[in-house]
């Protein structure tokens, strides 16, 4: 569900900017525990899995230069972090994208979030020209992995969030004990940046991504338009807005699964 406090719209401008800068707190929490665990943790748990499910292909050598089946501490490390890290922006930035429009989701917003993630860099994770896929094996079983995970990730980070969002304090101005919440808002900033850049990195604007990453663009635009008209004035943006959010969100599912489509079609058929 969207998680932006309706009983702070009583409450002035500046107090449901508090309120903003709170829920982004929570995000950013919630993010960097599931990435770190989930998508860091279950990308080193999907290689060894897919090691298993491919154990001719030992001491073969990867698109990224590792060897199959062959475990170290220093490589586990950066696999962890490096995917962990990745997969925290991500799921940050589409929790904080995405709320408004995806309230009707409910107790499947986790599902939902991991869903939409998938959509817009399926491009970059499913590439038909990575050989690592056939290297593997079973190519129908490593992207079900694949999928799972970014399921798995969604789930997660909005279930923290959820929680760690029930014990954060209000506060109503964002100086004193609010300013604890002003440096998760300006990470979120950083983090957006980020997920743009890696957004447009030429591996996911391959075959065909760009008017998913045009219409996720665009639903960041309107959701900086909502949520500003909610910190203002208190309420929902007005229906034009609305609109093109929910506009923006529907092109990006449908653009977003025939690119996954294909791609999936290419790699395993």
């Given at each position: 569900?969207?998680t ?16 903003l800068?709170?829920q982004?707190t ?40 590792a060897?199959v ?19 925290a ?6 929790i904080f ?21 998938l ?77 743009i ?7 996911n604007?391959?075959d ?17 338009v909502?949520?500003?008209?909610w ?23 449908v ?15």
């Amino acid at each position: 569900m969207d998680t932006t406090d309706l009983t702070a719209t009583t409450a002035g401008p500046e107090a449901r900017l508090a309120d903003l800068f709170r829920q982004a707190t929570a995000i950013l929490i919630a993010s960097l525990i599931a990435g770190l665990l989930v998508g860091g943790v279950g990308a080193r748990v999907f290689m060894l899995v897919a090691r298993l499910l491919a154990p001719e292909k030992r001491g073969f050598i990867t698109e990224a230069e590792a060897r199959v089946g062959e475990v170290t501490v220093v490589g586990s490390f950066f696999l962890i972090v490096f995917v962990g890290v990745f997969a925290a922006i991500a799921v940050g930035v589409m929790i904080f994208v995405s709320g408004p429009w995806t309230a009707w989701a409910g107790i499947f917003t986790g599902p939902v979030v991991g869903v939409l993630l998938l959509l817009t860099f399926n491009a970059l994770v499913l590439d038909p020209g990575n050989f690592d896929f056939a290297l593997l094996g079973d190519e129908a079983a490593t992207v079900a992995m694949i999928l799972m995970l970014f399921v798995a990730c969604g789930i997660g980070a909005v279930w923290l969030r959820n929680g760690v969002l029930g014990r954060l304090p209000r506060h109503p101005t964002l100086s004193g004990r609010g300013s604890g919440y002003v440096p998760a808002a300006l990470l979120g900033v950083v983090g957006f940046l980020l997920f743009i850049v890696l957004l447009l990195t030429p591996d996911n604007r391959a075959d065909g991504a760009m008017p998913t990453i045009v219409s996720f663009i665009v639903l960041s635009l309107v959701t900086a338009v909502d949520r500003g008209w909610w910190v203002k004035e208190g309420k929902g943006s007005p229906f034009p807005v609305r609109f093109a959010g929910y506009a923006a969100l529907l092109s990006l599912t449908v653009f977003g699964f025939a690119q996954l489509a294909t791609s999936i079609d290419r790699i395993v058929g």
